[in-house]
């Protein structure tokens, strides 16, 4: 009994681990996409399902 709470007991700090890690990534402001506001471009994409499937759409 005391080898499985050991167990469980480390998955836990290991957990709370890794997830303050990915908070201190959070902290430092992304930067990708468009800004609010800004004109986005018509870009092309192959459509793999769907009634166009195996086509090149163009979404403006």
Do not use: H, W
Not at 30 to 57: A, H, M, Q, R, W
């Amino acid at each position: 009994m005391r080898v499985r709470f050991v167990s469980v007991l480390g998955l836990a700090v290991l957990t709370i681990a890794a997830l303050g890690g990915a908070a201190d990534g959070q902290d430092q402001g992304i930067d990708s996409g468009p800004k609010l506001g800004e004109i986005v471009t018509p870009f092309d994409v192959y459509d793999v399902t769907g009634p166009n499937k195996s086509n090149e759409l163009c979404y403006v």
